[in-house]
């Protein structure tokens, strides 16, 4: 069982960028997922989540009005669309899954995790 994210790469400032996270060897139906980042030197901070379901959603206060996240569980993929965007949103960003807990910007709540994709805003 496995996350996998895709979608990062190099923007300048203002630009956008889809991250997709995918799951292998496990459906995502019952999974709360949520999206992390780590910028050098700094702790992992809680970026967006959403529910199983999708009905609920939330995001940090930097993000929010400029990134949306959503899921197609037929698919087995959630997506984090990123507009606006800046230099300080330059990190790894990590997909993450939870099957108890619920969708929550705590790190510590999620059972699997992904590799990471890198996110460079940069002119």
């Known amino acids: 069982s496995q996350l996998v994210e895709s979608g990062g790469g190099l923007v300048q400032p203002g630009g956008s960028l889809r991250l997709s996270c995918a799951a292998s060897?496990?459906?995502?139906?019952?999974?709360?997922i949520g999206w992390f980042r780590q910028a050098p030197g700094k702790e992992r901070e809680g970026v967006s989540c959403?529910?199983?379901?999708?009905?609920?959603?939330d995001y940090a206060d930097s993000v929010k009005g400029r990134f949306a996240i959503s899921r197609d569980n037929a698919r087995n993929m959630v997506y984090l669309q990123m507009n606006n965007l800046k230099p300080e949103d330059t990190a790894v960003y990590y997909c993450?899954?939870?099957?108890?807990?619920?969708?929550?910007?705590?790190?510590?709540?999620?059972?699997?995790w992904g590799q990471g994709t890198q996110v460079t805003v940069s002119s």
């Open positions: 959403i529910s199983d379901s999708g009905g609920f959603t």
């Open positions: 993450a899954a939870d099957f108890a807990t619920g969708a929550t910007l705590i790190p510590e709540s999620y059972d699997y």
């Open positions: 060897g496990f459906t995502l139906d019952y999974y709360a």
